[in-house]
């Protein structure tokens, strides 16, 4: 039978660093899904993950056992992923008419028959993307959380460690520049 | 162009394509290398940190014994100088005895 996660958290304080690992394996996929989310190269969303790690196997002593491990983890993820999002603010001056030519006939779809263009399409989902990339870290955080991944304000105040005032002062300011980007995509691509 | 719309595609864009959950290769066991080699290095370094903060402590109780020293809080209160106390406190064994003469 299968050590629970309890069991595996309660040998690893014991000293066996080894039980670390099969709590590795069984919660990575979910880590990496959320690193993916915020960064695009490989390598930063491998050194996401391995902070992550470090940082789980760092403060496990402090995980209470009151709600699930995974919880625990995820927020200790998303957090990582902010970190990470603030010490790499991109240039975000960059201009829409450099995009690619899937995303430009998309485009170009989009506006000819905005209720038939489809948005399964790899091209928008590099788009969106693109647009992300622009945004602060807070409004990315918040945008992902909330609009892509359907969260709750309640619930990204539990994974950010915001309130929940904020979390709405920070979700109000990102669709604020959300809006911008869009414009400035609409303005760079056809005026 | 319509933005509103534009805006609710997009998201709609990036929920239908979630990211992978690919985990590369024996991923676990690097993790595992890597704590393992953090723990050596935390282990020295808290060595490190705790000869830093005695030195520092060091380094502090000689300031305040020196600012102790040269302020007038330890001034002999008789007023006499150094060297006639030194004078005094070595020649009153003599002085007892020569009084018992």
Known sequence: ?191 | MNLDKLQKKLFAAARANPPSDRVPYAFEKRILARLAARRVEDARSQWGAALWRGAAACVAVTVLLSVWSFSGFNRPRSGANLSQDLEHTLLASADEVDNNW
């Open chain 1, 1 to 191: 039978m299968q050590p629970t996660d309890a069991e595996l958290i309660a040998a690893v304080l014991k000293g066996d660093t080894a039980s670390f690992e099969p709590l590795i394996a069984k919660y990575s996929p979910r880590v990496f899904a959320t690193a993916r989310r915020h960064a695009r190269r490989e390598s930063e969303v491998e050194d996401i993950v391995q902070e992550v790690w470090a940082k789980a196997f760092q403060k496990l002593g402090s995980f209470r056992g009151e709600a699930p491990f995974e919880h625990w983890l995820m927020r200790l993820a998303v957090r990582t992923c902010y970190d990470f999002l603030r010490a790499h603010q991109r240039n975000r001056e960059i201009s829409f008419s450099e995009l690619s030519e899937p995303e430009s006939d998309w485009l170009d779809h989009f506006v000819a028959d905005p209720d038939r263009s489809d948005e399964n399409a790899t091209a928008a989902g590099q788009l969106i993307e693109r647009i992300l990339a622009l945004l602060s870290a807070p409004a990315r955080l918040v945008i992902t959380l909330q609009e892509i991944e359907g969260r709750s304000v309640k619930e990204i105040a539990e994974l950010t460690g915001w309130s929940v005032t904020l979390v709405k002062v920070r979700a109000f300011r990102a669709r604020a520049e959300m809006r911008k980007c869009l414009q400035k995509l609409a303005r760079d691509k056809y005026w």
